[in-house]
C-alpha cells in the first residue's frame, strides 16, 4: 500500500481524501473545521485523525492541497464592452478558479475606486481593446487603479499597443503582462491570463492568506479548489494516453452560498442553418451564480424561480416554504432532518440546478427570414452532451439524486434553453473531485480510474427532465 | 502607419451570406483591417465591436429590402455609444421594390449615414469611397498622437 493524503481547505470545512495510488483505491475521506485564524494545522490534524479511525493508521507517502479557504481567489476585473472584453476577463478568471467580486466594463469612475479599495481583491485584471483597437479605456482605468494605495497585483492583459503605457502608469506595484484576452475581435484567447493567475495564486495568494504554515510534509497547495475540480472533470471527459476519457460532459455543484457549473464540450452550432452570435465560449468553461446556494444564497433561489415554483416542488403551501426559506438564511447549517425539511430542499436544489445550468447554457433562437426558417444560436450548445456530474451536500446526501439533478436538463417547455436533452447522472457520493483534480497533477490515470470507480450512476441511463 | 479597421456585416434577419465574403476579401486585399461580424447582424454588435476595435468605419450590408428599417437609429446609437462622427457606409438591396436611388440616397444621408450605395455596386467603388473618406487629413489630427506610443511598440516588436 502507498497511500497520499489530498487536501481540500475549504472556507468552512477542511476536507481530506485518502488514496492508495498502489491499487488505485479510496481509503476513505474525513472533515473537520478549518482554522485559518489560529493554525491551519489544526484543523487538518482533527481531518486526518478523523480519517484514520476508519482506516487506521496511514503512512502517507504524499500530500497534495488545494484551497478556498479564506474566501478563495477573489478577483476584479475591469474590460471594455461588456460582451465582449469584459466577458472575456470574467471567463478568464473563472476559469482560472476565481472568486469575481465585480466585473467593470467601460471607464472606472471614482465610486469603483472606493469599492475598489474597499474589496481589496487578489489580484485585478485590466483589459480592454482588442490589440490595435480601443487604447483609451485601458489608459483610464490604470490611471485610476494607479490611484489605490494598496499592493494587490495588477494583470494586464489587454490591447498589446497600450500595455507597456499601462505598465508604466502602475509602476511601483506588481504587474504582470499577458497576451491579449481578445487580440481579435471575437477571439478568445484565455489560457496566458489563465496561467499567470495561477502563478500569482501560488507565489503570493497563500502566503497573504496565512496559509504558508502549513507542515511542510506538504508538498504545496497546487491550485485553487474550483481549479482542482475542473481539472478532474476534464480528465474525466478527455482521458489519457491510456485510459479512455467518458466524454463530453456538464458538472454541477451546488453549495450553500454558490452554484458552480462546468461544462467540457465545444458546444458550437451543428447546422449549417445555425448563425453563432457572440463570443465564443472556451470548450472548458466554468460559471459560478453567486446568488444561487441551498443557505447563504437560500433567497437568491427564490427571487430567481418565485415562491410558487418552490410551493409547486416541494408540495408545501407557499406560506410554509416561505417561512421555512427564512428560517434556513439565519440557520445556515441546518441539514434536513424531517420529510417537510427534505421536501423543501429538493424544491430549492431542483431549481437551483435548474437556474444555474439554465444559465451557463446557450441559448437558441428562431428567427424568419426571407429565405425561411434560421436559427441563432448563442452561447454554448450541450444539448447533446450526455453525462451529468453533480456535487454538493443537497445532491449527494438525498435519495432524490437523479430526480433533482434532472432539472439540469432541457425543459421541452424551454426550447430556446441548450440543455443536455438527457444524461446518465453521475453522483459524487463521497466528495472526491478536488481531490482527484489533485491527484491528476502526478497521477492521471489512478485519478481517471478513481473517478470512474466512485462516480456512481443514478436513475436511469438517459434520464430526462421530471417537471 | 497603421490600416485603417472596417467593421462589416450584414444588417438585421438578412442571411445573404455570400456577398458580404467578396466584401471581406475585397476590403483585405485592399489594405483594410477587417472585422468581419457576418450575417444576421444587430446595430449593437456593430458599435460593440467597432469600439473594441476602434474602428475607422462601419459598412453595412443588406440584401432582403428591409435595410431601411434595420438602419434606423444607427447614427443615434453611434453618437450615444460615443462613437460620434464615425463614417457609416451602407448597401445593397436597400429598400424594398425599384425607387429612384437619389431619392434612397437622400433618406439615408439625412438618417445619418455618409454613402449608400445602389445595388449591383462594384466593391471597387465603395474602396474608393472609403479611401475617400478616411483619407489622410484623418489620420494627421487623429492618428499622429495615437500612432506616437504604437508606432515606438511596432518598431520594437519589429526590431526584434
Redesign the interface.
Known amino acids: 500500500m502507498k497511500p497520499i493524503l489530498l487536501i481540500d481547505f475549504g472556507s468552512t470545512y477542511t476536507k481530506v481524501t485518502a488514496v492508495d495510488i498502489e491499487n488505485e483505491k479510496l481509503l476513505g475521506t474525513a472533515s473537520s473545521f478549518t482554522t485559518i485564524f489560529t493554525d491551519i494545522n489544526e484543523g487538518l490534524n482533527n481531518a486526518v485523525s478523523i480519517l484514520e479511525k476508519t482506516t487506521g493508521k496511514l503512512d502517507f507517502t504524499e500530500r497534495y492541497a488545494c484551497s478556498s479557504a479564506a474566501g478563495g481567489l477573489r478577483m476584479m476585473v475591469s474590460g471594455l464592452v461588456p460582451e465582449l472584453t469584459a466577458e472575456a476577463a470574467k471567463q478568464a478568471s473563472l476559469g482560472a478558479g476565481a472568486k469575481i467580486i465585480k466585473v467593470y466594463s467601460f471607464e472606472l469612475n471614482e465610486d469603483d475606486l472606493e469599492e475598489i479599495k474597499s474589496v481589496n481583491p487578489d489580484i485585478f485584471l485590466l483589459v480592454g481593446g482588442t490589440d490595435g483597437g480601443n487604447s483609451e479605456c485601458i489608459i483610464h482605468n490604470a490611471k485610476m487603479i494607479a490611484q489605490i494605495d494598496s499592493d494587490f497585483p495588477v494583470i494586464i492583459a489587454g490591447n498589446r499597443n497600450a500595455v507597456h503605457q499601462c505598465e508604466k502608469i502602475l509602476a511601483g506595484r506588481r504587474v504582470e503582462v499577458c497576451e491579449n484576452v481578445m487580440p481579435k475581435f471575437g477571439m478568445l484567447n484565455i489560457e496566458p491570463t489563465q496561467k499567470k493567475i495561477r502563478d500569482i495564486f501560488l507565489e503570493r495568494i497563500i502566503q497573504a492568506k496565512g496559509l504558508t504554515s502549513v507542515s511542510s510534509l506538504i508538498s504545496g497547495i497546487m491550485m485553487p479548489t474550483p481549479s482542482a475540480v475542473m481539472k478532474a472533470m476534464q480528465l474525466l471527459a478527455e482521458g489519457t494516453e491510456t485510459e479512455k476519457g467518458i466524454g463530453d460532459l456538464v458538472a454541477v455543484d451546488v453549495g450553500g452560498a454558490t452554484t458552480d457549473i462546468y461544462s467540457i464540450a465545444d458546444g458550437m452550432p451543428e447546422h449549417a442553418n445555425t448563425v453563432y452570435k457572440g463570443l465564443p465560449e472556451p470548450y472548458v468553461k466554468r460559471t459560478v451564480e453567486g446568488d444561487i446556494g441551498m443557505r447563504y444564497s437560500i433567497h437568491g433561489i427564490v427571487d430567481a424561480v418565485g415562491i410558487k415554483r418552490i410551493s409547486a416542488l416541494s408540495g408545501l403551501t407557499e406560506q410554509r416554504a416561505q417561512e421555512m426559506i427564512d428560517y434556513l438564511g439565519k440557520h445556515t447549517d441546518v441539514v434536513p432532518t424531517d420529510d417537510e425539511f427534505e421536501a423543501l430542499d429538493y424544491a430549492l436544489a431542483s431549481s437551483a440546478i435548474e437556474t444555474a445550468v439554465t444559465r451557463h447554457a446557450g441559448a437558441m433562437e428562431e428567427a424568419y427570414t426571407m429565405m425561411g426558417l434560421t436559427y441563432v444560436q448563442s452561447g454554448k450548445d450541450l444539448t447533446r452532451v450526455n453525462k451529468l456530474v453533480v456535487t454538493g451536500g443537497s445532491l449527494i446526501h438525498t435519495k432524490r439524486t437523479a430526480e433533482i439533478a434532472s432539472h439540469g436538463l432541457y425543459n421541452p417547455a424551454q426550447p430556446k434553453s441548450l440543455k443536455p436533452k438527457s444524461a446518465q447522472i453521475l453522483v459524487d457520493r463521497k466528495y472526491i473531485l478536488a481531490a482527484m483534480g489533485l491527484l491528476s497533477e502526478y497521477y492521471p490515470d489512478s485519478a481517471l480510474r478513481i473517478m470512474k470507480k466512485e462516480l456512481i450512476a443514478d436513475g436511469n441511463p438517459e434520464q430526462t427532465y421530471i417537471g | 502607419m497603421?490600416k485603417k479597421?472596417l467593421?462589416i456585416g450584414v444588417i438585421g434577419?438578412?442571411?445573404?451570406a455570400v456577398g458580404n465574403q467578396i466584401l471581406y476579401h475585397a476590403f483585405t486585399d485592399a489594405g483594410f483591417?477587417v472585422?468581419n461580424l457576418?450575417?444576421?447582424v444587430s446595430q449593437e454588435?456593430y458599435i460593440?465591436?467597432a469600439?473594441?476595435?476602434?474602428a475607422d468605419a462601419i459598412v453595412i450590408s443588406s440584401l432582403?429590402?428591409q435595410g431601411e428599417l434595420d438602419c434606423r437609429g444607427m447614427r443615434e446609437k453611434c453618437d450615444e455609444a460615443g462613437l460620434k462622427g464615425i463614417p457609416l457606409l451602407v448597401g445593397g438591396n436597400i429598400v424594398i421594390g425599384k425607387q429612384p436611388f437619389d431619392e434612397v440616397e437622400k433618406r439615408f444621408k439625412a438618417m445619418g449615414f455618409d454613402r449608400a450605395f445602389p445595388p449591383g455596386t462594384p466593391p471597387e467603388t465603395t474602396i474608393e469611397a472609403l479611401r475617400e473618406i478616411l483619407g489622410n487629413d484623418d489620420d494627421e489630427n487623429e492618428n499622429k498622437e495615437?500612432n506616437k506610443?504604437?508606432n515606438k511598440?511596432?518598431n520594437k516588436e519589429e526590431n526584434k
Open positions: 497603421s479597421v467593421v434577419a438578412d442571411v445573404h483591417e472585422v457576418g450575417v444576421m454588435e460593440a465591436a469600439i473594441e476595435s476602434k432582403y429590402g495615437k506610443e504604437e511598440e511596432k
